[in-house]
């Protein structure tokens, strides 16, 4: 079947067309309301409204709903979502606003199998406390969180203290740490770690060396790209730190430094010495000065047992280059100072595991998923269980419908997992609020740097069980923490 940009090819036409537009009258309608792309609300993106519009035609021209939307049901089938899109059609009973939206969704999350129904996921969420964020961001293709969820960590300090919203570069703090990780790594033989990974503390580390600037004057993009994309740029770079260490001469010279700060300035452009911003002159270290923060005045906390507790350690994990040091205190602990965190109105950076089964991204929350098996079964759910093929059975294993069925966690539990593996260094986060399930289980809301475009526009859930079993550390400022904990650890 041929497309109808292919069925025009074939046509000659005169000039103008069959219907020049001369020949129609233009009337123009405006109801005064302005249909916000970025708006939580409802999917207003163009190209879903295009379809609604042409689905609702054929629907309010006579055609059966069900005809009219038959395309959005397949498409239902397909991601086994047949239950939300037969609710949601039951919505649309003509063009009232709440049947646009209705179709708006249907079609929308039918279009793109990644955008999940709240109803859908056996979670309903509810905010307790929920601090001031700047906007969600998107690190795009780039491992760069640590620096996306401390730079927002840092804007939310700011936002906190002023009131007003800023954009911190993730291009200049990314700059300093590729330079300054390749010249450790070199003086270290290339037994250090080179990768685009990185802490938390990483940002508070540029802070404090080299400065800040806003966003706006270094995006660390070139060539009119408007999202990171640094995989190409950290092979290149690690193939020149790869070089170097083979020692080709025997006595190393600032060269090799030259070339790399080349292909990063090729790559993210040249770093400002100089800029002007809001009708003032400042150097990055001038900026970073007026700004009401002090790095000082901010602390990682972590809990593990192979190091005594309301002592400081260097968390043994590898994107941790700079050796920072974390406080060590029990975990229920930590899960007291991250509530009384925010409960006085303070955010928190948060790094954790998140390979978990799950942590479930596009549905919005994380649980610490208990895993089932036979014995949890009996009757005709046991014979099913049975008859299923091993990868049918490995699926109803780990099924999560809603909340409940929790792995206990205790601060034994939580090492072995640390200690084996199973809890590994894997992305950077920030907590800005509390929220309780419908059963009354309390959960952390956290805001990700993955972009908008999923269930709760950029935020999701995350269990009191997953964060003492999965969390590696958080970063806040020591006024957020207990007086009896910070007392303890000497603070």
């Not at 249907?106 to 700047?134: C, L, Q, R, Y």
């Not at 007003?164 to 010249?183: M, N, P, Q, R, T």
């Not at 290339?190 to 270094?218: K, R």
């Not at 025997?250 to 009708?279: A, H």
Request: charged share 25%; hydrophobic share 35%.
């Amino acid at each position: 079947m041929l497309s109808v940009s292919q069925m025009t090819k074939r046509i000659t036409q005169p000039s103008g067309g069959y219907l020049p537009i001369k020949s129609f009258q233009v009337h123009t309608y405006d109801d005064g309301l302005t249909v916000d792309d970025s708006s939580p609300e409802y999917p207003a993106f163009a190209s879903i409204q295009g379809m609604v519009v042409d689905y609702l035609t054929r629907y309010m021209s006579g055609s059966p709903l069900r005809d009219a939307f038959l395309i959005s049901l397949m498409g239902a089938s397909m991601v086994s979502e047949e239950n939300v899109a037969e609710a949601l059609l039951k919505q649309i009973q003509g063009l009232d606003c709440n049947s646009i939206i209705a179709a708006s969704i249907a079609f929308g999350a039918m279009a793109d199998a990644k955008i999940e129904n709240p109803d859908s996921t056996g979670f309903k969420f509810t905010d307790v406390k929920v601090v001031k964020s700047t906007p969600v961001k998107d690190q795009n293709k780039s491992g760069t969180c640590w620096c996306y969820s401390s730079n927002t960590f840092f804007e939310n300090e700011i936002l906190r203290k002023t009131g007003k919203e800023v954009h911190l570069s993730e291009g200049f703090v990314v700059y300093h740490c590729y330079l300054d990780k390749a010249i450790k790594n070199v003086r270290l033989d290339g037994t250090s770690n080179f990768a685009e990974g990185g802490a938390g503390l990483d940002v508070a580390y540029v802070w404090e060396n080299y400065g800040m600037v806003p966003n706006e004057v270094y995006t660390g993009m070139t060539y009119g790209d408007k999202k990171f994309n640094t995989a190409e740029l950290t092979a290149m770079l690690q193939g020149m730190v790869n070089v170097v260490n083979q020692r080709k001469l025997k006595k190393l010279t600032p060269s090799w430094q030259d070339g790399f700060k080349g292909v990063l300035d090729g790559y993210m452009g040249k770093l400002p010495e100089t800029f002007t911003w809001e009708g003032k002159t400042y150097t990055p270290k001038s900026y970073a000065a007026s700004l009401p923060l002090k790095m000082d005045d901010y602390i990682s906390i972590t809990s593990f047992t192979h190091h005594p507790f309301y002592k400081p350690f260097i968390l043994e994990v590898a994107d941790n280059w700079t050796w920072e040091e974390s406080q060590n205190v029990p975990i229920d602990e930590l899960w007291e100072i991250a509530n009384y965190a925010i409960e006085k109105g303070y955010s928190i950076a948060w790094g954790a595991d998140v390979s978990e089964r799950g942590f479930k991204w596009r549905k919005g929350y994380a649980v610490l998923v208990k895993e089932k098996n036979e014995n949890d079964l009996s009757g005709t759910d046991r014979e099913r269980w049975d008859l299923m093929a091993d990868k049918d059975r490995d699926e109803q294993r780990w099924e999560i419908k809603g909340p409940g069925n929790e792995e206990t966690v205790t601060q034994e539990s939580r090492q072995m997992m640390f200690d084996n593996k199973e809890t590994t260094d894997d992305h950077g986060m920030v907590i800005v609020g509390t929220a309780v399930d419908q059963e009354g289980n309390k959960y952390f809301k956290v805001q990700n740097s993955w972009d908008t475009n999923q269930l709760y526009h950029g935020f999701f859930y995350v269990s009191e069980a997953f964060f003492k079993a999965k969390t590696m550390n958080i970063i806040l400022n020591k006024e957020a923490i207990p007086a009896k904990i910070a007392k303890k650890m000497g603070i």
